[in-house]
């Protein structure tokens, strides 16, 4: 943690490395923003008191330079908000550990608190209208919650990557409604009088999961501003600001009346725009610019609160900075969120065929190695000696995922011996047309070859029972 | 209710550039070494000024740089406390707004580093003007004085952001503190008439409006709910080498760059409307007191 005093003996060589030569403390360009680097994973919420049924939550976890945060969305099902009947809610909550709030103060704290909340929560980023279950009664509740796990300034910048991307990533599980005719079901609805419907929660073994509908992702892109001194070096510094040069001339041209515009410009104070500021340069620069847009090019927010007074043209260069900037975010974290999607779907496959490797979060945690386009044997079964339930759901949903993951039809996949494990063969899968179903299905059969599909889902689903 | 009439009116007879009525009293707390009653339309704020010696205990712990958001300022700008409080019946429906309410930090955190930021001796660029210290009220200079600011919501209908900034700097310039400039304040919607198609065909009607004069100045509080607003408030230095720099502005709205441009300068505009209304005003106390000491 640096300091206010190492800090303040370091400003004035920070400033003038910036100002001069426009190299700032870590080598960058005062354009030039530290990489981004974003981690995505499904795991089970640890707060939860029986493991075994603690529901899925998605975190993404973003270092920028060496300010880290992680975003963890979660959900559950409430009842509605009081006013508003056909609306699931949505909260969000940024907090940081001990130490670091001391360090990092409780002000700077709400601040990125109420931006993400600005821009998520009134700036409907989130639709809230497909969470609702039985409107008035039940809804899906959706909590985000952003933690700052190490501060080395741009705190906020980190939050926003990692809050979006978690929310892009989330799948919560799909809600079952039934008249409430066994209130034991487990379901949340259950010991409401009136109510008459219940709502369950089908696992996501079982079913597929339903993702949140992001309207929009904003990501916020923050500014220090630094102010050149008045006298001299003004030529030097201009190839500085190579697109900023004329956005300023515009707002110098409506602020000068008239006759003498070349002197006012001189004695104008000029300002260097930093992105994305390290701790030290937060501390030591004159204004600070919080800009925000969504990966589309639209500005979703502009703020800043005192600081030294800016010229007004130089906002509109930072709107447009920030608008570039998001697009970039924006694209790199739909690309982080597509390959994740399909690194989970893989897994999900995988463990579903493979239960006891998939006991953990991650799959092949001691387990068969099976890549999943290998074939170890392949044996033709007679579709009658089966016996099962064809129409298991669950199964039909294996097939279409291996379907998607490549694999060929009409092939039943026999897993090579466990090195440990007794059984030599422990699962055959099989997949072929359904005769009336109409859809693909997988079959599977055990060792013992008992089959029954009871016995077949809970192979199947480790998780669910 | 349509925002604005096939006339080119708005809800309240305005046309889109202009402000609503203003009223500016100054003095209205008795014993506020500032006070001033800022009303704009419906929008009433009253907000006061006092400057207090220093306690001991601020005075420490101001003097470790914790966060140190403007470790260079801090050597110039007094200490500033400022509270906002929202009356209930400050909106139609009554509402209990407390400390820690989403819109009241929000205004607080705002008003606050405005209030530091004009207070700020050091941000002029012209040191010498200000610096020549002719404070009356004990200039609050160094760092041994503290400003204490109240702000009250007494009507709440659009605007209320800009309000309060040009309430505090009538009631920081009646103070006579010595601060580095005057901000003063205006807003416009953010969004731009005529995205639907009502709103369309009553542009065309009018012909005469170019593209580009469809934002609306100084909304009041239905056109802040139906197209957001921009709130800006800006620097009202005489001197041209900081005309109308930017102190702080708070958008929330849906907005192209080139959009925010125009919303930007549109509000610049209002600004200068009320800088030199607020400017008259003070003058216009200033003299009155002069008189009053001089016989």
Redesign the interface.
Known sequence: MVT??L??AN?GVLREALLDADCREDGRSARESRPVTLKLEHCLQPSHQDKSRAPQVTMASVAVGKTRATATVSARIEETPIDRAHEGSFSLFVDCDRELE????Q??Q??AS?CL??LLK??RALDLESLCIVPGRLAWSIRLDVRVAESDGNVLDACAVAAVAAMKSFVRPDHRVSELASPADGGEGEGEGRSRKAASIVPLEEREGVRLTVHHSPFTVSFVAFAKP?EGGEDGNADDEEGGDDAMDTGER????EGSDDE?ED???NFVYAIDATLAEE??C?ARVVAAADSE????????????????GD??LL??LA?VRARELGAYVEAECRSFDERSRRERVRRKHNPKAGAGSGAGAGGIKLELGQVAAIRPVDEDALGMDLDDRAMAEAASEAEAAGEGPRKVVEMPARPGAGAARAKGRKRRQGPGGGGRKVVARGEGGGGSPAHLRDALAPGYR | MAIMSYEGLRQDGRRWNELRRMQCDLGVVSGADGSCSFTCGRTKIIASCFVVPLSKQKASAAR?????????AASTAPHVELRVSWLPFATQERRERGRTD?QV??LE??L??????MLDAS?A?VQKQTASGRGSSGAARGNNMEVQIKVAVLQADGGVRSCCVNALTCAIGMANLVCG?LVVSCGCTAQQLGRTLRETRMLQSRGEEEEGKRLLLDPNGAETTKLGE?SLS??SAAD??????????????????EE??EA??TC?EGCRAVSKFLRRKLLDYMTKVATISSH
């Open positions: 206010g005093g800090i303040a400003a001391l360090a990092f103060g002000e700077k709400q601040e109420r909340d600005q009134h700036g008045a409506v602020s000068g009346d006012a004695l104008r104070a501390s030591c004159d090019g639209y500005l979703r927010l502009m703020r800043k609160l005192g600081g030294r007074p800016l010229p007004r906002l509109t709107a447009r608008c | 470790v740089p914790t966060t140190a958001t403007a470790a260079a989403r930090v929000d955190g705002m606050k580093q405005t209030a530091c930021a941000s660029v400039c921009l800006v620097t041209r080498r900081q005309f109308q720099d930017v102190v702080s502005i708070n958008c929330e709205a849906k907005l192209t760059p925010f441009e930007v300068e610049a």
